[in-house]
C-alpha cells in the first residue's frame, strides 16, 4: 500500500507541472522544487524506524542540489545548440558525473 500511495502522488506531481506548463513556463520550472520526491524517500527511510539512517537521508539529499545546478546549468546552454530531448539528456550526463564526483570524491581524498 505504501508504494501505491508514492506512486499516486509522484503522478499527481507530474500531472500538476503538466497542466502549469500550458499556462506558462515559470510554475512548471519551480514546482519541481517541491520537495515530494525527497518526501517519499524520507516516508521510505522513516518507517524503518531509525533516526539516524532519516538523517543520512535528509543529508544526502541536500548533498544533491549541487548536481541538480548542473543539470539545469546544462540543460540551460544545451538547449541553444541541440534538440531540447538531447539537451535533457545532456544534463542528466551532466548531473551523473557531478553526482558521481559528490559522492564519491570524499572517498579518495
Not at 522544487?33 to 517519499?40: D, G
Not at 540551460?76 to 564526483?101: M, N, P
Request: with cysteine.
Amino acid at each position: 500500500m505504501d508504494v501505491l500511495w508514492k506512486g499516486i502522488v509522484g503522478g499527481l506531481v507530474t500531472a500538476l507541472i503538466v497542466t502549469a506548463s500550458k499556462r506558462g513556463n515559470v510554475l512548471p520550472g519551480i514546482l519541481p522544487l517541491a520537495p515530494t520526491f525527497a518526501i517519499i524517500a524520507l516516508l521510505a527511510v522513516g518507517a524503518k524506524g531509525q533516526p539516524g539512517g532519516f538523517r543520512t537521508a535528509c543529508l544526502s539529499g541536500a548533498r544533491t542540489i549541487p548536481a541538480y545546478l548542473v543539470f539545469l546549468g546544462t540543460c540551460y546552454v544545451l538547449v541553444h545548440y541541440v534538440d531540447y530531448r538531447l539537451a535533457i539528456l545532456g544534463g542528466l550526463g551532466a548531473w551523473l558525473i557531478a553526482a558521481l564526483a559528490i559522492f564519491l570524491a570524499p572517498r579518495f581524498m
